[in-house]
Structures are given as C-alpha cells and as structure tokens.
C-alpha cells in the first residue's frame, strides 16, 4: 500500500518567555507530519530535540532522505529501522499510529494495549526566575496538585526559588528539574536542601555524558533521568544510576520506541515518567497514551502555547485529558 507523506512547520510560540538552566526559550518551533493512504490520514507532530541540534530543518532532511521508502508503504516497524531516534521518527511514528486507527476503527490505546485513558495530574512548571516572576506565574496554577521547578545550577539562587515555591504551596508535590545544571561538589548540599523543602522527584542534576558522577552517591530522593537516557539503548547503558526515566517521545522517537521503553523500565525496577518538549495538544495525545503507564505525568505543554485556545481545554483541576478521539479513532 503505497502512502502519501506532507509535512509544515508550525512557529509553536510561547505566551511568554522561558527560562531554564542554559536557555531562554521564546518557542519550540515543531514539524507536523500527515501520512495518508488515500481515504483516511493520520498526523504527528515533533519538536526535535533542541539540545541536539535537532530542529524543524534538521527533521524535514531526514524525512526526505526516506521519503522513497515511506511512499512505498513502510509501517512502523519497518520506520524504526529506516530512522534514528528524534523529532523526525517521532513524527511519522505518531502519524502512522493515528492512521492504523483510522484505518482499522480501534482507539490508538487499545492498538498500544494500554488501559483506557482516564485524567492523570500532571506538572505544570515554573522557570528557573527570579523569585517574584516564579511567584507571578504561579498565580496561574492555583489548581495545580502537582509543580516542577526549573532550577539553573546556581545553588543559592536555587535555594531560595524552591524556598519560594515551597511557602506558596506547601500542599503540592514538588519537583525539580535541574537540566544539567549541577557538578559533583554540588549534589549532597543540593540533595539536602531539597529533603528540606519537601522535594519529590530530582530530576537530571548533572551534564549528559557526566553520568558518572552519580556513581555511588546514596541520594534521599529519587533522580530521574532526562537528557541522560534518549531512548531504549541508553535505558539499558544507564538505568543503574537513577530511580525514575523520563520518557519523551521525541527523544526516543515515537510511540513505539516509548511504550517498550516504559516496559524495560519496569522489568529493570525504575520508576517511569512521560515528559514533553512543549507543543501542541497533537503532541501531547501520544504521550498521554503513555501517560496510562506513568508514575508521574509532566504533559503541560499545550499550555504554554501563545495561541488563544491552544490547550483546547484538555486541563482541568490540575489534570490533563485528551479526548480519545482528537487523534485516532474515539
């Protein structure tokens, strides 16, 4: 069955700017992907992965480099084999996942054998700002049960956001992100403070490729790793160093890589987390298939979306659902 493929840039503009530890991020430009048999189409959506040069153009190249094969009617099986992880495989995976659905009239959970979707709580999550910004935007999740902090490496001035967002809200479950903020000396006084302060969930404290600087280190809350571990090979190379994986589909490139990841995690004894680049709510519906499986969901990208209605009212009461039938067959 030979297959049509068509892809757009979407801007993806923030509402507002977006600090983290190395970055200020004004908008996650994406590509989305549509795939078609003819009758029926199905569509994904990919970010990439900004920390890897992994862009809109750098994405678009690697679905032309295929583009034959996909035309030719290449599966999804058959796509993981034809790309690499990232935002491109990302793409087309989610798109033929919707299309099967279409195609075959079964929701995409159930083709995932995933429990049927009901809402999960979700992080929403403040930037690495000064303490008044971080105060000012968290006006706006008064409803939220859940907030991740994003920290820059800097310990006092991190101290004091976590200080900040702890006497706001001592009623939520905290967590922190570090993106790769921290080194060595810093981890024990870091781990300490965030005990302190009730802090959950520790989340990529050190530089990918600086691993080795967990080793041995008896953390009192648990690490989770982000940039650490990209996708199913990596899990294994270094599940030993961390408690909980973060699992972001454009890291490991669609749904598919996601869902084993999520299996060898817990045959391997981590925890699992769903997490987001940011992107619309066509981003967010694969990863909330997933999320079925999580321990933590960290979806909140839509919301943060310039575009009037962007989130197209997917969050309510600190918890995020998608429809089943916005992507695939309802």
């Not at 890589?257 to 987390?273: D, F, I, Q, T």
Request: some cysteine.
């Amino acid at each position: 069955m030979s297959l049509s493929v068509t892809y757009r840039r979407d801007a993806m503009r923030m509402r507002e700017p977006f600090r983290i530890s190395g970055y200020l991020l004004h908008a996650m430009p994406a590509v989305v992907v549509t795939v078609g048999d003819g009758i029926r189409f199905g569509h994904g959506e990919a970010a990439g992965v900004y920390y890897l040069n992994d862009d809109p153009p750098h994405m678009e190249r690697e679905i032309e480099r295929v583009r034959d094969a996909l035309e030719a009617g290449v599966d999804r099986q058959g796509l993981q084999a034809l790309l690499p992880p990232g935002g491109a495989r990302n793409a087309l995976d989610c798109a033929l996942w919707e299309l099967e659905s279409l195609q075959v009239g079964t929701p995409v959970w159930r083709l995932a054998g995933v429990p049927e979707p009901r809402p999960r709580v979700t992080t929403f999550t403040l930037p690495a700002d000064d303490p008044a910004e971080i105060l000012r935007r968290l006006d706006a999740f008064a409803g939220a049960a859940a907030i991740k902090l994003k920290l820059e490496g800097d310990l006092p001035a991190d101290t004091e956001r976590v200080r900040v967002v702890r006497r706001a809200r001592p009623d939520v479950w905290l967590s922190v992100d570090a993106n790769q903020g921290f080194g060595a000396a810093d981890l024990e006084p870091l781990a300490a403070m965030l005990v302190d302060q009730n802090v959950s969930l520790l989340e990529q404290p050190v530089q990918r490729g600086a691993e080795h600087l967990l080793d041995g280190w008896d953390c009192p809350l648990p690490v989770a790793a982000d940039e650490s571990i990209l996708d199913l090979t990596e899990l294994r190379e270094q599940h030993h160093r961390f408690a909980v994986v973060n699992i972001k589909l454009d890291k490991c490139g669609g749904l598919t890589e996601a869902l084993a990841m999520a299996a060898e995690a817990r045959r391997l004894g981590l925890g699992v987390m769903v997490g987001n680049m940011a992107g619309s709510v066509l981003a967010t519906a694969p990863g909330f298939v997933l999320a079925q499986l999580c321990d933590v969901v960290d979806l909140d990208g839509p919301w943060f979306l310039a575009e009037p209605g962007a989130d197209r009212g997917i969050f309510a009461d600190g918890k995020v659902m998608v429809p089943a039938d916005f992507w695939g067959v309802g």
